[in-house]
Structures are given as C-alpha cells and as structure tokens.
C-alpha cells in the first residue's frame, strides 16, 4: 500500500476500534459488571480473524488489511508503554516498600508453582503433538511455564485503577508483584527464543540489561529527573517544552527494555515510578491520560486480537485438554499467590484478593503466545488452548475480586463506591478487612 493508502485505511480502522472497544467495554460493565478494559479486551478478539473475520471475511481484511499491521503494532506498543508510564506516576514506593517481603514471595511463588505445573503437563502435551515440529521438552517446558505463570500486567494495572486500588497498600502489593513476576516470564521467553538460533547473548542481554536500567530508574532516576519537577514548579504547569522531554524520556525508557528483549512497558513503568511527584506527575496525568485510554490502548487490544484465532480447539479431546490447562493454570496461579501473600503476614481476604488479581492472564499472556506461535514452538491447537485460559482468567479476576474482597471493603468503607464509568476512589485511611 501507498503512503497514501495506508493514511485512508488508518483512519477508518481507528474509527472502528475506538467505537468497537467503547460499545463493547459499556456493555460488559452493564450487562456483567467488567471493567472497562475487559471490554477492550474482547472487543480486539471480535475484530480479529476469530468472530468478524468467520462472519465477514472480506469486510474485515478490507478493514484491516495486511499492509497495516505493522502501523497497528507501533501505536500498541506506544499505547501501552504510555498507560504504563501513566500507573508508575501513580505507584505508591511507601506502600511498595512496607509490602515489598509479600511482592516478592508473591511473585516468586507465582512463578515456581505454574513452572512445577508445566513441568507436569509438558511431556504430554509433546506427545499430542501440540508444540512445533523439533522442540525439545526443556524448551517447551520453559515456554509452558512462562505461559503459564505470566500476569497481564497492563491488564492488572486497569483494574486497581478502575476499582480504586491505586493508592492503597493492596494495590501496590499487586502491582508490585505483577511487575517482577511478568519480568522473570520474560526473561525466560529471551532464554527459550536464544535457543532458537539468538544465542546466549539474548538471554544475557535480558537479565543484566534489564536488571541493570531497573536498578539506575529506582536508585538514581528519582534524583537525576527531580529538575525536570523544579521546572514544573517554576512555571506553574507542564509547559509544552516540558512535556516533549518527559515523552524523549519515555521513548529512551521504552526502547531501553525493548532493546533488552523484554518490554517497553517496563521502561515506562519505571520511568513513572521514578518520576518526582507533586504539580509534575498530577499535570502529567491531566494531560496524557484521556488521550492514552481512549485511542492508544485500543489499539494495543485490537492488534493482539488480529492474531488471535479461537476456532483451532474442534474436537472434545482438545476441549479436555485445554481444560486441564485451565484448571492447573487458576489453581497454581491463585493458590500460590494467595499463600504466600498468607505466609508474609497478609490477612485472609487480602491475600484471596491478590490470588485473585495475580491469577489475569489478559494481554501479556496473548502477546507471548502469538510469539511462541510465530516462532513456531507451539501449534494452532495449543495457541488456540492458552488464549481461552488467558481469557477465562482475566474474566474471572473482577468479579472474584469483588467476591472475596471489593464488596467487603467498600462496606466497611474501606474502598470508595464504584461510580458510574466503573472508577473508584480510594479513601485517604486503609485497614485491612477482617
């Protein structure tokens, strides 16, 4: 396509993405009490290749033709990256700190027992031939439990937001979690695409340069940006001169863990955690976040959802098979969070709360797949299977949530009531439920 072309298809398909994700979001929180992003999330499958292009294959390929996708996958990833940038502005480091012994046996936990759970399934799923044609069980088993154990983090970061748990010590143990947890599954895919012909320098990469960018952002990040805060403080506002050098910022960040091989929304995460905060970080809110929730995020859900296809699980083997997946995924995932978060101190409705915030797959979960399925280690089957517990687990993350903990803690006045575009705000004291 022309420069031109692309410019005529861009727009309209905007359009339908932006319209698609709103109806769709509106109507899951009407009609089942799903966050927004729930909505987001299924109105990028229903774009993609598994509802809209069953129904009207020409329709959709006319809508999204090939040639755009590579224009679709910057604008996600800029997306993305941005609504990280924008839940690191808001991370409480005091309630990270005071949680920080749960984040990590939280994470650690929710990682080691999904690994123990692909270790199990692997070797049989291998002999269904569900994984490519020569991978090895040590690489199908990495992979598996990378899938497995991975949080969707940007996901997750929407509903402590959109429930009203930004700034409260459950939502930055659940952040907090989310994040080392969603590092080490990318660190493993790095370690199982090096032995696809990268070499260890990939996986070397992505340990030390990641570890490395993480440890200069939450050490010396805060001090090196806090003149960017005195700018802010001398003018009265974000300025447009400003804001172009937080966004360089953020381009640096971004392509900084991307060039590690693991993932812009770390650097963005990272750079707000970093960000001073006061006028700078409130203004910074004020004036990206409208605009990154309602066009860039979309477009993040809706290009993952192109490469989704749902209709491979034909047969009532293949059913059984994807659902003991599901259920070894929810209970390895669920369960060892909720105990570890029990073992460090957490009460018994907290920790069933970030069992049940930690158990989302979401997004991260389809983007790691469609690399495992391009990259040829696993099949159509088996894709088809880790997208239905992706979606299975993040549909069940709010409600469960509510369950064991929201409707509780907005009774005793814990959390804020939900209002009507399904955002919460926290009240200024936090307890814990009993």
């Not at 609504?83 to 808001?90: D, E, I, Q």
């Not at 700190?97 to 799923?125: D, E, K, Q, Y």
């Not at 340990?207 to 005195?230: D, H, Q, W, Y």
């Not at 389809?366 to 690399?371: C, D, G, M, P, R």
Request: net charge neutral.
């Amino acid at each position: 396509m022309s420069p031109t072309e692309l410019s005529v298809a861009f727009f309209l398909q905007m359009f339908v993405i932006v319209a698609a994700c709103r109806l769709t979001g509106w109507l899951m929180k009407r009609l089942f009490d799903q966050p927004q992003v729930i909505g987001e999330m299924i109105a990028g499958i229903i774009l993609g290749p598994s509802l809209f292009g069953l129904i009207a294959p020409d329709l959709q390929h006319f809508l999204f033709p090939k040639d755009t996708k590579s224009v679709l996958y910057v604008g996600a990833q800029l997306g993305i990256g941005l609504y990280m940038f924008l839940v690191g502005l808001g991370f409480r480091t005091d309630h990270f700190r005071s949680n920080a012994r749960s984040a990590v046996a939280v994470s650690v936990s929710g990682m080691i027992a999904p690994f123990l759970v692909a270790v199990a399934l692997t070797p049989w799923l291998l002999t269904l031939g569900l994984f490519g044609t020569g991978i090895g069980a040590m690489q199908a088993t990495l992979f598996m439990g990378a899938a497995i154990s991975i949080t969707a983090f940007p996901v997750l970061a929407r509903i402590v937001q959109e429930r009203g748990l930004s700034r409260t010590p459950l939502g930055a143990l659940s952040l907090s979690a989310g994040a080392i947890d969603d590092a080490g599954a990318w660190t493993v895919l790095a370690i199982v695409l090096a032995s696809f012909g990268g070499g260890p320098a990939l996986a070397m990469k992505a340990v030390i340069g990641g570890g490395l960018f993480a440890f200069f952002m939450l050490t010396l990040g805060s001090r090196l940006l806090a003149p960017l805060a005195r700018w802010a403080e001398r003018d009265g506002r974000v300025t447009p001169p400003l804001l172009a050098t937080v966004i360089g910022l953020f381009m640096l960040s971004a392509w900084a863990m991307d060039a590690a091989g693991l993932h812009s929304v770390f650097g963005g995460f990272l750079l707000g955690v970093a960000m001073p905060r006061g006028l700078l970080s409130n203004e910074l809110k004020k004036q990206l976040e409208p605009f990154t929730i309602a066009l860039l995020v979309p477009m993040f859900f809706t290009f993952s959802g192109l490469n989704t296809q749902l209709s491979m699980v034909s047969s009532i083997e293949l059913a059984a098979v994807a659902g003991v997946i599901l259920a070894g995924s929810i209970l390895a995932k669920g369960g060892a969070c909720w105990a570890a978060a029990r073992l460090t101190g957490q009460d018994n409705p907290t920790a069933m709360a970030v069992g049940a915030l930690m158990n989302a797959r979401g997004l991260m979960e389809l983007i790691i797949i469609n690399i495992g399925l391009q990259k040829g280690i696993i099949g159509p089957a088996l894709f088809s299977m880790l997208v239905i517990m992706a979606l299975v687990t993040t549909l069940m993350a709010s409600p469960l949530f509510e369950l064991v903990y929201g409707r509780k803690a907005r009774a005793s006045g814990v959390l804020g009531a939900l209002n009507e575009d399904e955002e919460a705000v926290a009240p200024p004291t936090v307890a814990p439920i009993v």
